[in-house]
């Protein structure tokens, strides 16, 4: 069997499976949201943080409980990285470096997963399971809980209420991520994944010295980091570790982990609206854009330039021949469009054009499919823009679902819209203007190295946490840098989201007139396509120009 054809086999299995559980996963998301009882693990939750399950909110009440949450684990995790020495399992590791504890904490909590440190010598178990893990559950619980939150916005009317943070965050966690990625776990570890409580086991080599391969509890965080696209990885080479990835198998369970809710919870709108057309279209954008992407790189990692890969086949360099292009390029596109930031090959060994490909996947939003949550709150922010200027160009107010979208609607989304833009390139222009900070962090000149600066900021930026890896990024200005840009990136979009989902849930419900646009039709999927990709050429276009599309087209 040729390595494209066995690229072609994984991909329709991926796409089979993703088809198979898309009702069944998408009607249970809904109803995991809509319903009206609460479990009794659930109930004991709310006892203890001592909250009313039954007691709604308004966007800004559910925006100060989210804002406080997400601080509280900041500092908690913080200092559960600044304590490591005292605590069990921390395999004689001692606290880790305030700068490297601070950043790591910032992603983690906004489920960006940046990592800038090597995890099996500077983090202990305890430390990757009570602290990483546990915030990979919850942070990804968030941002489906925000995104359930805007579709409500919509089907509402006359109300100041959009739900309780507190019962969509243990809902998300205890109903959905928990029983999932235990499953996902216990099939992992049948897979080779490995799952020990040991520091690391002493081989000898074939050079007859003694080496320690690290070993750790990775089958656990390696299906949450999937299905939470949360993307930090347990070892330094992520899921190209054969610990965390041993075989093609594994490879494709874990891109359908990546892919599966942010898929479904299409479904999942169109059933809350009680119009499942309306998830179709969103799902065909969705699918579309990364379809596109997906094949514009494995073209370009086939037909690279230069000798050496040529005479190669292809652009192997930086890719597992466990896995080889196909597998690699299939995993590199589901990750940056899902804000995983998990790899399975090194992006920064990619063509010019392959790695231009993957840049542009998360400037484009992260919307094909996008994150847990932030993919499908992201498309319905950039639906009601497209809807917004189909309004303007026949002159008459915009509708979407009911709602008519005014200025304080379109100024919320303008908001979410802009927010990263504005992190990504203020921070690339800001550690552009100081060589001095470059000189010694950036291992690449010209086209590539201003790749690898945009590549940092755009994935911090957009909450993916994946890297270039030829940009070292641990002195105290990237570090701080860096981690503003997930903040920001982060939480003023949720902000924004849920100040437009309190402006939608308190409209009357408009009737739609001969005059209003369908929304659940092709027209309308081409229009939502066009502004995604609209919005993504104007903003990032001239940095795009100056990197990966010079460097392609040397």
């Given at each position: ?34 319903s ?19 007691a ?8 100060a ?20 020495g ?11 470096e ?82 999932i ?10 897979l ?12 000898t ?8 391969i ?22 330094n ?17 874990e891109?359908?982990l990546?892919?599966v ?9 169109g ?25 514009a ?22 890719k ?14 589901s ?16 063509t ?9 996947n ?10 847990v ?6 498309i ?5 823009i ?33 927010a ?45 946490g ?14 701080s ?12 979009p ?61």
């Amino acid at each position: 069997m040729s390595v494209t054809t066995a690229g072609l086999l994984q991909l329709g299995v991926l796409l089979v499976l993703l088809a198979v559980v898309y009702v069944p996963l998408g009607n249970y998301l809904a109803a995991v949201y809509t319903s009206g009882k609460h479990w009794r693990v659930e109930k004991a939750v709310y006892r203890v943080v001592g909250v009313d399950p039954d007691a709604e909110q308004r966007w800004t009440g559910y925006a100060a409980a989210l804002l406080a949450f997400s601080f509280l684990s900041i500092v908690l995790l913080y200092l559960l990285q600044r304590l490591q020495g005292l605590l069990p399992l921390s395999l004689g590791r001692g606290p880790v470096e305030p700068g490297i504890a601070f950043n790591t904490a910032v992603s983690f909590v906004t489920n960006t997963n940046w990592q800038s440190y090597v995890p099996e010598t500077v983090m202990g178990h305890l430390v990757q399971m009570a602290g990483l893990t546990v915030q990979n559950f919850v942070s990804a619980a968030v941002g489906m809980g925000v995104a359930v939150a805007l579709v409500r916005g919509f089907v509402r009317a006359s109300s100041d209420r959009i739900g309780n943070f507190w019962v969509d965050l243990v809902r998300g966690t205890v109903r959905v991520l928990l029983p999932i990625s235990f499953v996902a776990a216990i099939v992992l570890v049948a897979l080779g994944v490995t799952m020990s409580l040991r520091a690391g086991v002493d081989v000898t080599g074939v050079d007859g010295q003694q080496h320690t391969i690290a070993l750790a509890p990775a089958a656990s965080q390696e299906a949450i980091k999937e299905l939470g696209t949360n993307g930090g990885g347990i070892f330094n080479a992520n899921s190209a570790h054969p610990f965390e990835n041993p075989n093609g198998i594994s490879n494709v369970l874990e891109i359908f982990l990546l892919l599966v809710i942010p898929v479904c919870l299409t479904r999942a709108f169109g059933v809350m609206v009680r119009d499942t057309r309306q998830g179709h279209v969103l799902l065909v954008v969705m699918g579309v854009l990364w379809g596109g992407l997906l094949t514009a790189a494995w073209w370009a990692e086939t037909h690279p330039n230069g000798p050496a890969a040529l005479l190669a086949g292809g652009a192997l360099e930086g890719k597992e021949v466990r896995f080889d292009i196909p597998s690699s390029v299939l995993f590199a596109v589901s990750t940056t469009g899902t804000s995983t930031g998990a790899v399975n090959s090194l992006h920064d060994s990619y063509t010019g054009l392959g790695g231009g490909v993957v840049l542009l996947n998360m400037l484009l939003g992260e919307v094909a499919p996008g994150g847990v949550g932030a993919g499908l709150y992201g498309i319905l922010v950039l639906a009601v823009i497209a809807v917004f200027l189909a309004g303007l160009m026949v002159g008459r107010t915009p509708e979407y679902l009911g709602k008519k979208l005014g200025r304080p609607q379109v100024t919320a989304a303008a908001i979410a819209i802009l927010a990263m833009p504005t992190v990504v390139l203020l921070g690339t222009g800001a550690a552009l203007a100081q060589p001095w900070e470059l000189s010694s962090a950036l291992a690449n000149t010209g086209e590539h190295g201003l790749s690898e600066v945009l590549y940092a900021y755009a994935s911090t930026g957009n909450n993916n946490g994946s890297a270039f890896a030829g940009l070292t990024v641990t002195s105290p200005f990237f570090q701080s840098t860096l981690a503003l840009a997930m903040l920001f990136g982060r939480f003023v979009p949720i902000l924004a989201v849920l100040a437009l989902a309190g402006s939608l849930a308190a409209q009357k419900r408009v009737t739609p007139g001969a005059g209003t646009l369908p929304t659940n039709g092709p027209l309308f999927g081409v229009l939502v396509g066009g502004t995604v990709v609209l919005v993504a050429a104007l903003t990032f276009f001239p940095a795009l120009a100056l990197g990966p599309i010079a460097e392609a087209l040397a």
